[in-house]
């Protein structure tokens, strides 16, 4: 690849190893003791997340000695959320890890720390992955896989320039990110000021059951959806996040379904509410607001769409969905499960919910608009800087800029 030369990871590494459960040993977890790192005390962005981490005694971290960690050891995950990477800082020593992490301790000193990060992070490595996965579902790699890792090595100096311009190109991403997120939390504030909290309701707004507003609840189509586009798009349970459509990720089924069923009477039309009423408990009751997508498009079972009266405005009841009353009352009518949640379409339109005057609530959603407004315009900016960064790490990694 490009000028540089290639090496591969476990010719630059003295240690590459994973870690285990503790239960496997016969010990238990416990309140307080050594850090214990699993993936999800990792955050998308390599950070480190302590209130995420579980505890083991010093007796059992023994026991794990060759997964005990060290200071700026690399951490990669193998399986389930593959790739993720974090460095190991004094602060959180001492600390062991699961199974489903790899330890990856740099020898070489020809080698920068922050640059194999970097390559780690890059679609270069991404790729290898690829080739690696041969058609299964989730790509669990050996420790052999992560060793044959192979990446480019400039000279040591080549590398820390590298690692400097990819850093300050991710600070640019954080920032234009850390301007959406307070976007969203001046929305949360209007939604507060203007309506007080759901939960005590201060200002006493009427309570209704939600099928005082809701004029139609339709559950969607169950199939085996493609990723081609074999007729029209499929919105998921996984398209919903955070009150908006992502469609970044699109399924398709057949606009002629071959068991029968009439596709265009699932049409979604924009505006239409979307409510997903089967999910894990973290994920269900989401809502967002159906957006034209330009092309007729359909949705799965766990979903059904929901349009609202002119006393409700969808802009509004997509932000109240958001608080921790609707939660609330959701929690009592959801029907736990081993693996999937749900609720009913009855019990939903009986759950109560606020509703302030319509004047307020399109006052509000006007307010919103004019926000997101402000949020597409910093998107698109984002976007462009996500795409530049990609383009400069691989111009980097060729040798084209330095």
């Not at 020809?110 to 992955?129: G, K, M």
């Not at 507003?213 to 499929?234: E, F, M, N, Y």
């Not at 959801?334 to 109560?352: C, E, W």
């Amino acid at each position: 690849m490009g000028k540089w030369e290639m090496v591969r990871l476990g010719d630059i590494s003295d240690l590459i190893t994973k870690g285990t459960t503790p239960t496997t040993l016969g010990y238990s977890f416990q309140d307080a003791g050594i850090n214990f790192i699993k993936i999800e005390s990792i955050g998308e962005t390599g950070e480190l997340i302590p209130d995420k981490f579980q505890h083991i005694s010093e007796e059992c971290s023994q026991k794990l000695k060759r997964s005990i960690l060290k200071e700026n050891d690399i951490l990669f995950s193998i399986a389930g959320a593959l790739g993720r990477i974090a460095i190991v800082s004094a602060e959180i020593l001492p600390a062991n890890i699961n199974q489903a992490l790899a330890i990856i301790r740099i020898s070489s000193e020809q080698v920068d720390l922050e640059y194999v990060t970097i390559a780690l992070r890059s679609n270069y490595v991404f790729e290898q992955f690829q080739k690696q996965k041969q058609g299964v579902a989730q790509l669990n790699l050996s420790l052999k896989n992560i060793a044959d890792i192979t990446i480019p090595l400039p000279p040591m100096e080549v590398q820390r320039q590298i690692a400097d311009v990819i850093d300050r190109a991710s600070v640019l991403i954080e920032k234009r990110k850390a301007q959406i997120d307070k976007l969203d939390l001046l929305v949360k504030a209007q939604f507060i000021e203007m309506f007080g909290d759901p939960v005590t309701n201060p200002k006493g707004w009427e309570m209704i059951p939600l099928g005082e507003v809701a004029t139609k609840i339709r559950s969607g189509l169950s199939r085996k959806l493609s990723s081609d586009d074999i007729g029209v798009p499929v919105i998921r349970s996984t398209n919903m996040i955070n009150g908006q459509l992502d469609i970044s990720d699109i399924k398709y089924w057949y606009l002629d379904d071959p068991q029968g069923a009439d596709v265009p009477s699932y049409y979604l039309k924009d505006g239409d509410v979307l409510v997903n009423f089967i999910n894990s408990n973290e994920h269900i009751g989401k809502v967002c607001i159906y957006k034209d997508m330009g092309r007729d498009c359909i949705y799965t079972t766990n979903i059904f769409v929901m349009n609202l009266n002119d006393q409700c405005n969808t802009t509004w009841f997509n932000q109240y969905a958001k608080t921790q009353a609707y939660k609330f009352r959701l929690n009592n009518i959801i029907q736990p499960a081993v693996n999937q949640s749900s609720f009913t379409t009855a019990n939903y339109r009986k759950m109560l919910m606020l509703l302030p005057p319509i004047s307020l609530q399109n006052q509000f959603a006007t307010f919103v608009h004019r926000v997101e407004a402000q949020k597409s315009v910093l998107q698109q900016s984002l976007t462009k800087l996500e795409q530049n960064y990609k383009s400069l790490m691989q111009k980097c990694f060729r040798g084209d800029i330095f």
